[in-house]
């Protein structure tokens, strides 16, 4: 990445009136979490046809929840990296209005983000297949400390599954309405470790693009959206992220 590069992205971020971030699993990688299609990515250790699909659970929840104990830890006991504090600082100071994330992990809460749209869901908290009620992360872990797997809902008794959503399910519609709402009205997209190519979340870009938004791209490995980005870099994301942050805060500095 050039100096170049990151002054007009600092300058992008500072003129903009509303930006948004787009996140994927690239941004958490630094926090020791593998992706999941990568040379090292979860579905090289674990079939996701037998924990990663909604038929998977529903034909056995004990074993693919003896599968979510094995594998959660990785996810929740990560701490934010750099890149996830870069963007926490950017909405502090005024200059991101929302975090949409593909992500499950819940690292951009952790690292002082307020306004997160979780469209694939979380790993934090549970929700019952009976009556849709959520429970949070203490509960979950009560129920694994008694080996009281399928863990069940303490309204109706139902079986509790991550709240992360699985192949063959919806995304939570609420939520992807409001992201699709705010892709749509931001001027700025900010791309951080998507490769954009799951959808439905991989369309936000063009919806953002297709009514005049800046977009930067901030992603090891090339996208299919690259050609349609104002920068593109790249890099590491916390890198990269924190010397834009820098720069943003010497831009301001100057005004």
């Not at 699993?25 to 909604?54: C, H």
């Not at 929740?76 to 975090?99: F, S, T, V």
Request: proline share 5%; aromatic share 4%.
């Amino acid at each position: 990445m050039s100096e170049k590069q990151i002054q007009e992205a600092a300058r992008l971020i500072v003129d903009s009136p509303s930006t948004v971030a787009l996140t994927g699993a690239g941004i958490s990688t630094e926090s020791g979490i593998p992706d999941f299609r990568g040379p090292d990515g979860l579905w090289t250790k674990v079939d996701p046809m037998k924990f990663a699909s909604v038929d998977a659970f529903l034909s056995d929840p004990k074993a693919w929840w003896e599968t979510a104990v094995q594998i959660a830890p990785t996810l929740l006991d990560a701490k934010p990296n750099a890149a996830h504090k870069g963007l926490a600082k950017l909405e502090k100071m005024g200059l991101l209005q929302c975090i949409i994330t593909q992500n499950v992990d819940g690292l951009h809460q952790r690292s002082g983000s307020q306004h997160v749209l979780e469209v694939h869901g979380n790993l934090v908290n549970a929700v019952c297949i009976v009556c849709n009620d959520r429970v949070g992360r203490q509960y979950i872990e009560r129920k694994i400390k008694k080996k009281q797997l399928p863990p069940t809902c303490p309204t109706c008794g139902g079986i509790l599954k991550l709240d992360a959503v699985l192949f063959g399910e919806a995304l939570p519609q609420d939520v992807y309405r409001q992201a699709v709402t705010v892709a749509g009205n931001c001027r700025l997209m900010i791309v951080v470790g998507s490769s954009l190519t799951v959808y439905p979340a991989a369309s936000l870009p063009s919806i953002a693009t297709q009514t005049g938004a800046r977009l930067i791209i901030v992603n090891q490995e090339q996208t299919p959206f690259d050609a349609e980005a104002d920068l593109v870099f790249h890099s590491i994301a916390g890198a990269t992220l924190t010397t834009i942050v820098e720069a943003v805060h010497a831009l301001r500095g100057k005004r």
